[in-house]
């Protein structure tokens, strides 16, 4: 059965602080991990990873993926108000682009 | 703006009514799917459709329907709910090859009375 666990599930920072954000994955056929954003509603996608060791990097956002240990990180530095959001972990399995997603984990930036 | 579109963003209905959810994308993609999101619960996919075939049900209640008439709209029929089925319903799509990123509507907020 595929699986994809995030954690932590929750958690409040003050802004200025630094976030990480964990992702673990056993999936057959994998083909990419992606991170999305999710505040109110729809997700709005955020990285897409397919190889190790290659971080990718959106403003204070920046994302790894170790293919080898079966995880990822979504990190963010520099918290601001509007980071607080649901922060949901994808995988792609298969050639359709299916996506099995984690729980999420809850972020909260208090001022 | 993702280039989904779904309709209603809002939808209240009793547990015997009958209503449609309706799914648009305008990105030339091959896939779309339909997701569920309940409260405190992960993403669930329900069905998803490849050049308007049906290729995944994922163990869904007969009394969710999908209909894909073509390749640019994904519907999602309605009937005899539960209460239980109240959740935020989310479409996709995405390219079959190549580019696999998925863009999502902004949902419908289903509630059943």
């Known amino acids: 059965e595929d699986k994809v666990v995030q954690s932590p599930l929750s958690l409040v920072v003050h802004e200025g602080d630094t976030v990480t954000l964990n992702c673990s994955y056993e999936v057959t056929n994998f083909r990419s991990l992606l991170w999305y954003k999710q505040e109110k509603k729809a997700p709005t996608f955020l990285f897409m990873l397919?190889?190790?060791?290659i971080e990718k990097k959106s403003g204070r956002l920046s994302s790894i993926l170790d293919k080898k240990e079966l995880f990822s990180i979504l990190n963010i530095t520099a918290t601001q108000t509007g980071d607080s959001a649901v922060y949901l972990c994808?995988?792609?399995?298969?050639?359709?682009?299916?996506?099995?997603f984690g729980a999420g984990t809850q972020v909260v930036v208090t001022p | 703006e993702t280039g989904v579109t779904q309709t209603p963003r809002h939808l209240v209905m009793g547990m015997t009514n009958k209503k449609s959810l309706k799914c648009e994308q305008h990105l030339g993609h091959n896939a779309m799917y339909w997701y569920k999101q309940s409260a405190k619960k992960p993403l669930e996919l329900m069905f998803v459709y490849n050049f308007k075939e049906q290729t995944e049900n994922n163990s869904v209640p007969s009394r969710f329907s999908p209909e894909c008439p073509n390749s640019s709209h994904l519907f999602l029929h309605l009937h005899t709910l539960q209460p239980e089925d109240s959740a935020l319903y989310l479409c996709a799509s995405s390219q079959d090859e190549g580019d696999t990123e998925a863009f999502f509507g902004q949902g419908t907020r289903l509630t059943v009375v």
């Open positions: 994808a995988v792609e399995i298969g050639s359709w682009g299916k996506l099995q």
């Open positions: 397919t190889s190790s060791g």
